[in-house]
């Protein structure tokens, strides 16, 4: 019996327990210099618009599999007559690489004001931030 316990036992040191996968971690901002600047209002000019954006970083050396990882993105932004317009998109992270960057179209006819950013991968909800955008403050003379 003692045996028998004895191989039980050395045989569950082998084992080890493989909790969930690290989460990936998502910002939106603004890309600046290759970084993101988590600003939360935000300059607009129709002369050179600020690339607004969200960066998703999977954890090094994260055990991605043979499939892509496929991230969900949400813009809900002011529309015509005081609606709410909403803007949905999938990306697949790039073979090989662990960092995504999307910079968010911006047309000179989209209004300003609050937009709403969400950023979700399968079920989780990585990034849910708003942003106030408004016109640039004039500059004295």
Known sequence: MRLYQYLLGFSLLGCTAQGPPPSPKAEVGVFFGGQIQRLSRVEVSSV??????????????????????????????????????????????????????????FDASYKLGVWNVRVV??????????????????SSP
């Open 48 to 105: 050179k618009p600020p690339k607004i954006g969200f960066r998703v970083e999977f954890p090094e050396g994260a055990h991605l599999g043979a499939l892509r990882p496929e991230i969900s993105y949400e813009i809900v932004r002011p529309g015509p007559s005081g609606r709410r317009v909403t803007h949905k998109g999938k990306l697949l992270l790039p073979e090989g690489e662990t960092q995504l960057d999307h910079v968010l179209p």
């Open 121 to 138: 991968h399968g079920e989780q909800i990585l990034a849910d931030r708003a942003l106030y955008l408004v016109p640039p403050r004039p």
